[in-house]
């Protein structure tokens, strides 16, 4: 993947993540690339690093989207599915109409990160802010 598209996928995630005053996640663009069996499809990975105590804003993927806890645990919740700690070795997945309602470092003292794979429309963002 080019500079400039790992560039582009974390300004997307950053700039989604920061919209509502939250200090943006650590995010790292690691892999895109167009599915060629699946036509207008990509799958795009991103590594996640929350702060102690920190959370991301209401957002939504538009994707499908699969989760995989790196170190330590984060707390996970769509839009009315249960409140669920993912810890190292865990996943969490979200479907293209979850509106994720919690992220969030489940501790006040040591950093979380997390692998997340999206498959998604081609150049759509991967993450997208949705209003209160």
């Known amino acids: ?4 598209i790992r560039i582009l996928i974390a300004a997307f995630f950053v700039t989604a993540l920061a919209s509502a005053g939250t200090h943006a996640a650590t995010v790292e663009a690691v892999f ?7 036509p207008g499809r990509e799958a795009t990975v ?4 929350y702060q102690p105590g920190e959370a991301s804003p209401l957002h ?7 989760v995989y806890v790196l170190e330590g645990s984060i707390v996970m919740q769509v839009k009315g599915g249960p ?7 865990e996943v969490f ?12 470092n ?3 003292s040591d950093s979380a990160k997390f692998l997340v794979l999206f498959i998604k429309q081609e150049n759509a963002p991967p ?5 209160e």
């Open 1 to 4: 993947m080019s500079p400039k």
């Open 32 to 38: 895109s690339k167009a599915l060629a069996d699946i």
């Open 46 to 49: 991103v590594t996640v690093e």
């Open 60 to 66: 939504r993927h538009n994707a499908h989207t699969i």
């Open 83 to 89: 409140l669920t700690t993912v810890s190292t070795g």
């Open 93 to 104: 997945y979200e479907t293209p109409d979850d509106i994720h309602t919690v992220s969030k």
């Open 106 to 108: 489940a501790s006040t």
């Open 127 to 131: 993450t997208v802010p949705v209003a």
